[in-house]
T-cell receptor, first 111, second 111 residues
Framework: EDQVTQSPEALRLQEGESSSLNCSYT??????LFWYRQDPGKGPEFLFT???AGEEKEKERLKATLTKKESFLHITAPKPEDSATYLC????????????FGGGTRVLVKP | NAGVTQTPKFRVLKTGQSMTLLCAQD?????MYWYRQDPGMGLRLIHY???????AKGEVPDGYNVSRLKKQNFLLGLESAAPSQTSVYFC??????????FGSGTRLTVV
């Protein structure tokens, strides 16, 4: 059974204070690891897909990296608008294109 | 191009009542999913569909039924609502090996 654990559950940052979110996973045949951003009262919004260990992707102040056991989402010099819940999910080899999600990390960036 | 549209956005049910949640996508995606999101539990898959006329059980299917009579629509039914089904429900759609596109959610309260 695929499993995803995210840490920490919550993160409070000052504007400009860089940090990293962790996503540890176990999966049978990784087809992809996904990062999403979710704002209060809204559906998750796709950020990145990583497919193999060593891969990195960047978008503005966000950078996602992948190893064989975990992924990190680095937030560089965050701004208040980066405040959101960040979700990690894995897609395994099972049929149906299904994603297994972690519990998320709530990030609050204070000005 | 609306993406994924969920109706209704909010609903209050009495225990034992029935209702149907509608999900519609205009991206010609083959795969569609219903998730529920509860505090501390993350997103959990209820049912999913890999194409028109197909449905399959996810992680937490009990108490729910689904139908996919048309490719663009995926319906989630609650035959006899229970307080444990109080949650936020998200529909999503995808193409193979791509990230999901989520709807904005339905907040359901069962009293």
């Amino acid at each position: 059974e695929d499993q995803v654990t995210q840490s920490p559950e919550a993160l409070r940052l000052q504007e400009g204070e860089s940090s990293s979110l962790n996503c540890s996973y176990t999966v049978s045949g990784l087809r992809g690891l996904f990062w999403y951003r979710q704002d209060p009262g809204k559906g998750p919004e796709f950020l990145f897909t990583l497919y193999s260990a060593g891969e990195e992707k960047e978008k503005e102040r966000l950078k996602a990296t992948l190893t064989k056991k975990e992924s990190f989402l680095h937030i560089t010099a965050p701004k208040p608008e980066d405040s959101a819940t960040y979700l990690c999910a894995v897609q395994g080899a099972a049929a149906g294109n299904k994603l297994t999600f972690g519990g998320g990390t709530r990030v609050l960036v204070k000005p | 191009n609306a993406g994924v549209t969920q109706t209704p956005k909010f609903r209050v049910l009495k225990t034992g009542q029935s209702m149907t949640l509608l999900c519609a996508q205009d991206m010609n995606h083959e795969y569609m999913y219903w998730y529920r999101q509860d505090p501390g539990m993350g997103l959990r898959l209820i049912h999913y569909s890999v194409g028109e006329g197909t449905t399959a059980k996810g992680e937490v299917p009990d108490g729910y039924n689904v139908s996919r009579l048309k490719k663009q629509n995926f319906l989630l039914g609650l035959e006899s609502a229970a307080p444990s089904q109080t949650s936020v429900y998200f529909c999503a759609s995808s193409v193979t090996d791509y990230g999901y596109t989520f709807g904005s959610g339905t907040r359901l309260t069962v009293v």
